[in-house]
């Protein structure tokens, strides 16, 4: 402990310490000023003075805000200790880059690393200290509103895009006046609610929750994450923010995370739903003695402040590690040094600053942009071409996604608008909405789009319909859409669908009924120019898919590193025995596009595939050398994937797991040598003791371009 957060202990009153630990949210100061007003009037303990010695402030942004705020604040607290200020900049701050689960498409941790540090430089100059993410809680179920906030199904590419974008958002310490503190969420598995339905119960295996969910986590503590978010679900069937197994045996001992624990919105008040507690006080208790540092908005630890006098010695020595793990923060973010540390109201408005984050905002969208279907190379398009762009997403700046702070749709360009800059003639209308259909809308768009060459469906669902509290029973393109679709192909045209969503939806119907499709997920203030330059070829498409796209809502959850089971479809039919074997009666177990799957423009072959030695220690490196040679008339860029098979584990072991990938360009006629590196350790799986481990004895890896068509060597571990 520094002598400055020792001394400042020293001085603070138990109800000051306890103050620390609140954060309210900017409601509670008005014109800069605290004020207790509205439906807060009802929390009689919470007086003005309190309000002056919270710790942090949610959800205020904006330089001359925070800067008024902060003034009147130090002027009012005692010892002059600095207000942290915090807000959910996900995926940018004012220049918005795609969505994570985009930015996982990149397949690029530097396009994840570039988007965090520039939504963090934008956020320092409009006063903010702290930002919620990266969201790295690993999804397997498109019923969930916010797959859309994570980068996917695998905890390998999760695990190198959560390093990527604490990397991003904090820099290297210590710290500059660019960079933020990451606060990593939601610990832990709020991925995983049963159904999809969103806040509802997580329950699995510990086994499972170490060996999938738990190393993206792992992999942001790893790389410094400063804080950690509790999840509002029960894990093990305890409430997270109460879970002293999860919260002080699991994060704090084992992965030895030494920062500030924060709830997510009210979680502790919710321990009483959970019914996990008595009442408000109780609940208090049981988060601070699980390490709960930062109650977000329950008003729970403002509970400790009318009976501060009576609350006994082993509670207010947790109310001093809270302390003073937050003042740590504090002083390490330079905060006591100045309190206006970064802000800048001029930068905050300087085109300059901000055009050039444009650019990189492109380049991310481009990069996360995936082709999943280009029948008889529809794609690319002549410039010269006629587009009639049709479809309730063509005129819309509803490209931004959810979680996108000060992002303005208003201002973002739309598809057809982005298209007009690139192609020669483009004619446009919506010719449905999201959810609604009428002939005479249709018609008008078939007369428009008659004497186009090629029509571009800009299709999917508006950025309200993913995110926190979206979860659907249906994830189906609307019914509304498929009908367009079918009234457009009637004209014989060339038929492209551009699907903007925020989630894996069952395009089984667009797939068929496009000549090629592209996912564009929420790409973004440029993701319209980036759709532009695919579409025209001026940019390659290179996105890969970071989470399955099932054929039907009956195969969720569906995802790619699944287990052999006792009755494997291979084995059975091998067997001449086709009923009992893991299947469906009514449809495939094949998903409609697989993990890592994506098209190019290019052809790119991988024609050598060599194992430097197929038998080695625990602290070799498995050695491939790869050959991938470009045949086509462009030069072509693809992400070369790895995947390795345990044969026989303690534990059933995925029949595939990715562990490397590399996105690589392949010039035009030619060749590329790669050498991929695998560390041995990276094999490693959780035993049922949970110990971690990489087992001897018989391995495959597998290499190609997506999860399913994979070339295969075998190798061995040694002792
Ligand atoms: C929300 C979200 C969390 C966010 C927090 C503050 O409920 O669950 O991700 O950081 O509240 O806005």
Redesign the pocket.
């Known amino acids: 402990m520094s002598n400055l957060v020792s001394e400042l202990l020293a001085k603070m009153t138990t109800e000051e310490k306890i103050g620390q630990l609140i954060q309210l949210t900017g409601d509670f100061f008005q014109d800069g000023k605290a004020a207790i007003t509205g439906p807060i009037n009802e929390l009689a303990h919470l007086k003005l003075q309190t309000v002056y010695s919270v710790g942090s402030v949610?959800?205020v942004s904006g330089a001359a805000d925070v800067r008024r705020i902060q003034e009147n604040y130090l002027a009012n607290n005692r010892l002059k200790i600095p207000l942290l200020f915090?807000?959910?900049v996900?995926h940018g701050y004012q220049t918005i880059f795609p969505i994570p689960l985009g930015l996982g498409a990149s397949f690029d941790p530097t396009v994840m690393e570039t988007a965090s540090g520039i939504a963090a430089k934008e956020s320092v100059a409009a006063g903010l200290h702290v930002t919620?993410?990266p969201?790295v809680d690993l999804v397997r179920d498109p019923r969930w509103g916010?797959v859309m906030?994570s980068t996917g199904e695998d905890s390998y590419l999760n695990s190198v895009m959560a390093q990527a974008a604490v990397k991003g958002f904090q820099g290297d310490s210590p710290w500059d006046e660019k960079h933020l503190a990451a606060?990593v969420?939601?610990f832990a598995a709020?991925g995983a609610p049963e159904a999809g339905r969103e806040y509802n119960t997580v329950d699995m295996s510990e086994w499972r929750f170490r060996e999938q969910y738990l190393p993206a986590y792992s992999a942001a503590i790893n790389a410094q994450a400063m804080l950690v978010?509790t999840?509002?679900n029960t894990l093990f069937g305890v409430p997270a923010t109460q879970n002293q197994h999860l919260l002080r045996d699991i994060l704090r001992d084992e992965l030895g995370f030494h920062g500030v624990v924060i709830t997510?919105?009210?979680a502790i008040e919710e321990l009483v739903h959970h019914g996990t507690v008595r009442d408000l006080k109780d609940a208090a208790q049981k988060a601070l003695a699980a390490g709960v540092d930062i109650d977000?908005?329950a008003f729970a630890y403002a509970e400790f402040l009318n009976k501060a006098v009576e609350l006994e010695p082993g509670v207010l020595k947790l109310i001093d590690e809270s302390a003073q793990r937050i003042l740590e923060l504090k002083e390490t973010m330079g905060l006591f040094a100045d309190p206006y540390r970064g802000l800048d109201e001029s930068k905050e408005k300087d085109p300059e600053f901000i055009r050039d984050n444009l650019v990189q905002a492109q380049k991310a969208a481009e990069e996360s942009l995936v082709l999943v279907k280009n029948h008889r190379r529809t794609l690319p398009l002549s410039q010269r071409q006629k587009l009639a762009v049709i479809g309730p997403v063509a005129q819309t700046g509803d490209l931004l996604g959810s979680?996108s702070w000060k992002g303005d749709v208003e201002t973002t360009q739309s598809i057809a608008d982005a298209l007009v800059d690139t192609f020669s003639e483009i004619v446009t209308a919506p010719g449905c909405g999201y959810h609604s259909f009428n002939k005479q809308q249709v018609e008008q768009a078939k007369l428009l789009a008659s004497d186009a060459d090629v029509i571009v469906a800009a299709i999917g669902l508006p950025s309200s319909e993913s995110g926190?509290a979206t979860s659907i029973t249906d994830i189906s393109i609307p019914a509304e859409q498929i009908a367009l679709l079918k009234e457009l192909k009637t004209l014989n045209k060339p038929l492209i669908s551009v699907v903007i969503t925020g989630r894996p939806l069952l395009l089984k119907e667009v797939h068929t009924l496009s000549d090629a499709v592209l996912i564009g997920w929420f790409p973004g203030s440029k993701g319209a120019q980036a759709i532009a330059n695919i579409l025209s070829g001026k940019v390659e498409p290179s996105g890969r898919l970071p989470m399955t796209f099932p054929l039907n809502l009956g195969q969720v959850p569906l995802y790619y590193n699944a287990y052999s089971t006792g009755r494997p479809i291979e084995v059975g039919q091998k067997n001449g025995e086709y009923k009992y074997v893991t299947k469906y009666v009514d449809s495939s177990n094949e998903p409609l596009y697989p993990f890592g799957f994506g098209l190019g423009y290019g052809k790119i072959l991988l024609t050598d595939m060599t194992m430097v030695s197929n038998s080695l220690k625990m602290n070799d490196q498995l050695i491939l050398d790869v050959t991938l040679t470009n045949d086509s008339p462009r030069d072509s860029k693809t992400v070369l994937q790895c995947y390795t098979h345990q044969k026989v584990g303690e534990t059933v072991r995925p029949l595939k797991e990715l562990k490397w990938f590399k996105k690589v360009t392949v010039e035009k006629q030619s060749s590329l040598k790669i050498q991929v590196n695998i560390p041995v350790a990276r094999l490693a799986s959780v035993h049922q003791d949970f110990s971690t481990k990489v087992d001897v004895g018989d391995y495959q890896v597998m290499v190609g371009f997506d999860s399913m068509n994979l070339k295969v060597l075998d190798f061995k571990v040694k002792e």
Do not use: I, P, T
């Open positions: 949610l959800g915090m807000a959910d996900v919620f993410a969201m916010r906030e606060s969420k939601h709020y978010m999840s509002f997510d919105w009210n977000m908005m979680w926190e």
